[in-house]
């Protein structure tokens, strides 16, 4: 069965500084991928970054990249340079070969000014 | 990218009354995915909606309380059968977008619907 644990339920960061996402996750699939999805007081989910586990290279999308530990079943998500913006609910997500996407409880991240 | 629209918005309904909630992709996807938010939760997976069969629900969700209808690669409707309070939720669906190394493609989300049942 596939699991995504999310530790974190609030977070907060000052603006222009970094921040860190922890997400654990347990799969027995060797081919999977995992996701970092926003979600904002809008509630539109949206795709933030996506990492796929055969590949040891972390994911980097501008400001945001992943730290992706395969045997520690690892993937933070780390959000360097801090916007008002970054504001949001954010999942963590995993997907197997059956496609269906699995989310964490989600962090609650505040940007503060 | 794809884009999804969802009717209504939300909703405001009676305890033992149902609520067709549909989903219109802008492309023809294969896979269309109903999740269910609760007020502060993360989305849970309801059921898995191909065209031309029948949905694959996950554990805890039954078709009779949640009948979903496919009847195209671009529409779906999800049906909350005999509400109460306790179904007040978003109810957001997804589609898969391009796969990408053979592997699943990003999940496109629509706006999601707000029912609140009294």
């Known amino acids: 069965a596939q699991t995504v644990t999310q530790s974190q339920p609030e977070m907060s960061v000052q603006e222009a500084e970094t921040v860190t996402l922890s997400c654990t996750y347990d799969t027995s699939e060797n081919n999977y991928y995992l996701f970092w999805y926003k979600q904002p007081p809008s509630r539109q989910m949206i795709l933030v970054i996506r990492q796929e586990a055969y590949k040891q290279q972390n994911a980097t999308e501008n400001r945001f990249s992943v730290n992706f530990q395969k045997a520690a079943k690892s993937f933070s998500l780390k959000i360097s340079d801090s916007q008002l913006g970054d504001t949001a609910m954010y999942f963590c997500?995993?997907?197997?070969?059956?496609?269906?996407?699995?989310f964490g409880t989600g962090t609650l991240l505040a940007v503060q000014p | 990218s794809a884009v999804i629209s969802q009717k209504p918005s939300r909703d405001i309904c009676q305890r033992g009354t149902s609520l067709t909630i549909q989903c219109q992709v802008d492309s023809q996807v294969t896979m269309m995915f109903w999740y269910r938010q609760q007020p502060g939760q993360s989305l849970t997976l309801i059921a898995t909606a191909n065209q031309g069969s029948e949905a694959t629900y996950e554990s805890g969700f039954v078709i009779d309380k949640f009948p979903i209808s496919r009847p195209n690669l671009t529409f779906s409707t999800l049906t909350v059968s005999n509400m109460s309070p306790e179904d007040s939720s978003i109810y957001l669906c997804s589609v898969e977008g391009v796969r990408l190394a053979g592997g699943p493609g990003e999940q496109f989300f629509g706006p999601g619907t707000r029912l609140t049942v009294l």
């Open positions: 997500g995993q997907s197997g070969a059956t496609n269906k996407l699995i």
